[in-house]
């Protein structure tokens, strides 16, 4: 019995051991391009190539960030992609939640919640690329080009779909006696979502909004033919405007880009109590 005990133990301490070592593996990968760009920032464009590579800087300078933020106006771009992401996770959270509500709640004639649901995501189905020229026509016509409104409907046209069928998993993972008690004490249905379902659904409503956010916060192929002035692109625009023709301003890249991760990280933070049960909760459903 013994030996079969310190077999068992050696089994899982080695297993713990191996799981430990793949997290370890997995943080590094994640983490190395991170701290790459980021010592990238900090170096001397003769430094960012230099063989052996500096893996820390030995000359620690400022000047990409005086460049990127000072002589440039990434910080405009940064304005803009803040304003865009903030207000298409708002409206998208915000629209997504009510109709991925309805979809788990309410009672449709037949098949039309599996129908209208499949069709919500099927929306997520096309590829970005095919809507580029209706919407620019689109945006055109209304003389809505160079604008935050038009990166922001557009932004919202996508992110929509995503928001309603996540909220609806979520929704649907909830008790609904819990509403129902609410109503049998006198509450309507809408104070039953707003003060029962609403409150519970914290996790799925973080999770679904950084999603969002990152998703807005990141994207470049909309803002690309949407935005073509200065005082309209965002922050992706800005950064790969850096590669030119004659050169490639790697520095001004890296500082730029690292401090392009910092609003969403501390957003994360933010939520981070939510964010990991909202991760779990409602994932494994239809």
């Given amino acids: ?37 980021a010592a990238n920032s900090f170096k001397f464009d003769i430094d ?13 300078t400022l000047k990409h960030y005086d460049e990127a933020f000072v002589q440039r106006p990434f910080l405009r771009y940064a304005l803009n992609s803040f304003l865009v992401a903030i207000g298409t996770t708002a ?18 004639p037949w098949q039309w919640r599996k129908q209208i649901s499949f069709w919500i995501l099927s929306t997520r189905m096309m590829p970005p690329i095919v809507s580029i020229i209706p919407l620019y026509l689109f945006f055109n016509y209304f003389d809505m080009l160079n604008t ?29 006696e819990l509403e129902e008690a609410a109503i049998v004490d006198g509450d309507t249905r809408w104070g039953a979502f707003l003060h029962v379902a609403l409150p519970l659904a914290r996790p799925g409503l973080a999770a679904t909004a950084i999603f969002c956010l990152i998703i807005s916060w990141n994207e470049f192929l909309l803002s690309l033919i949407v ?4 005082q309209s692109q965002t922050l992706p625009i800005g950064i790969a405007g850096r590669v030119t023709q004659y050169a ?9 880009g ?4 910092v609003p969403i990280v501390i957003f994360a933070f933010i939520v981070q109590k939510h964010l990991v049960r909202g991760l779990s909760l409602g994932a494994v459903k239809g």
């Fill in 1 to 37: 019995m013994a030996t079969i005990r310190t077999r068992n133990r050696s089994r899982e301490m080695l297993l713990r051991f191996a799981a430990y070592l793949t997290i370890l593996v997995a943080l590094i990968l994640t983490l190395f391009p991170v701290y790459w760009i």
């Fill in 48 to 60: 960012i190539f230099a063989v052996p590579p500096e893996w820390l800087p030995r000359n620690p």
């Fill in 91 to 108: 409206i998208s959270v915000t629209f997504g939640t009510m109709a991925g509500y309805a979809l788990a709640r309410f009672r449709y």
């Fill in 148 to 176: 935050k409104s038009a990166l922001i409907i557009a932004y919202t046209a996508f992110n929509l779909p995503f928001a309603t069928w996540m909220m609806k998993s979520y929704f649907q993972d909830l008790p609904v």
């Fill in 227 to 230: 935005t073509l002035t200065e």
């Fill in 248 to 256: 490639t301003y790697w520095g001004e890249i890296s500082a730029a």
């Fill in 258 to 261: 690292f401090m392009a991760c």
